[in-house]
């Protein structure tokens, strides 16, 4: 059993910073990739930025040079590095990791965290 909390959100002026965090929690488990997703109002979920288990890193095209996605394996925990926030980045962003569980068999799933809302207003 493996859960992914997420932590950081809140509410910051434009231009600001902000980092996320997400750790799979559990045992038995390695984790093959994680990234973070968003979702505004009234708008589709979106992929923000991910790493793999190798350390390659993926971003949107609205967050390069902004944003950047790191991790610390003892961990098993994902960071969000977000700088020179834009109201545009409002929305509630989502963790994402796909894993290997061991246990009771091995096998690949895919978990999302709870969500953590990012506001950007003055």
């Known amino acids: 059993q493996v859960q992914l909390v997420e932590s950081g959100g809140g509410l910051v002026q434009p231009g600001g910073s902000l980092r996320l965090s997400c750790a799979a929690s559990?045992?038995?488990?390695?984790?093959?990739?994680m990234g973070w997703y968003r979702q505004a109002p009234g708008k589709q979920r979106e992929l923000v930025a991910t790493i793999t288990s190798g350390g390659t890193t993926k971003y949107a095209d609205s967050v390069k040079g902004r944003f950047t996605i790191s991790r610390d394996n003892a961990k098993n925990t994902v960071y969000l590095q977000m700088n020179n926030l834009k109201p545009g980045d409002t929305a509630v962003y989502y963790c994402?990791?796909?894993?290997?569980?061991?246990?009771?068999?091995?096998?690949?799933?895919?978990?999302w965290g709870q969500g953590t809302l990012v506001t950007v207003s003055s």
């Open positions: 994402n990791a796909e894993l290997t569980v061991w246990s009771p068999t091995s096998r690949i799933l895919e978990l």
């Open positions: 559990g045992s038995l488990f390695s984790i093959n990739a």
